[in-house]
């Protein structure tokens, strides 16, 4: 775990590959996709329905050049890891060499001016109160080697991750996803990845191009664009989301 230590500054939009999860949430993934269509125009987008059969997100489709996926609910933390896996598998059809998993109300400013040259996972660092850390799930940077080994690990299978409450005194992890569960009876994507990251020894890596914050704590206009993303999205000192 730490700061990035080797960056790589030459990267073109066919490196890259960002994902959206969507659920009750067009209006935010039309201003996402947007926005991030303007800083990344080839790039390519995968984003996957989580159970909600909206029709105007085939709308995105040809909109967006997108690589949509309407598929059933896998957030529910009766399903474990089965989302994050589900995401690793689409990216994995047509890899490239990032991962970048944005949600609905992060905002694209600009594009990177560079982005990481180890393995890893990567965005902006947060530890819990039990001393766990991860990766804001706002935003979550993968590299295509880290994707494929946690995938091809079998980790996020783990049935553990169906029931955490039942483990919390195991590990840390366990116990953070246990308060999600307790809150929204949903998985807790970040910690999930934090926490196999861990088990696989594969490193959580600060990235200063992002801010990520949880909603109360996020405070940051942007104005000056020092940072290419930000969560949740922040205009003009007026915060949307």
Request: charged share 25%; aromatic share 12%.
């Amino acid at each position: 775990m730490g700061d990035i230590q080797s960056t790589n500054s030459d990267y073109t939009d066919d490196d890259l590959s960002f994902y959206f999860g969507l659920y009750k949430d067009y209006e935010r993934a039309l201003g996402a996709m947007s926005r991030l269509r303007k800083h990344f125009p080839d790039a390519r987008i995968v984003a996957r329905s989580d159970g909600d059969h909206d029709p105007r997100y085939h709308e995105l489709t040809e909109k967006f050049d997108i690589d949509y996926r309407e598929e059933e609910r896998l957030y529910p933390i009766e399903n474990g890891g089965a989302m994050v896996a589900r995401m690793l598998d689409l990216f994995l059809v047509h890899p490239t060499r990032y991962l970048l998993k944005i949600d609905t109300d992060t905002a694209a400013h600009r594009r990177f001016r560079f982005l990481p040259s180890q393995n890893g996972i990567f965005g902006t660092l947060q530890t819990a109160k039990q001393g766990c850390q991860s990766v804001q799930g706002g935003f979550t940077g993968l590299t295509r080697e880290t994707a494929s080994l946690m995938l091809e690990s079998g980790i996020l299978l783990d049935e553990r991750l169906k029931d955490p409450g039942t483990y919390k005194t195991e590990s840390s992890y366990f116990h953070r996803m246990a308060n999600r569960v307790t809150r929204t009876g949903l998985c807790g994507f970040d910690w999930i990845v934090g926490w196999a990251a861990t088990e696989l020894n594969l490193p959580l890596i600060g990235f200063d191009e992002v801010h990520c914050k949880w909603y109360a704590k996020n405070n940051v206009p942007n104005l000056d664009l020092e940072f290419a993303f930000t969560h949740p999205v922040y205009f003009d000192g007026v915060q949307t989301r």
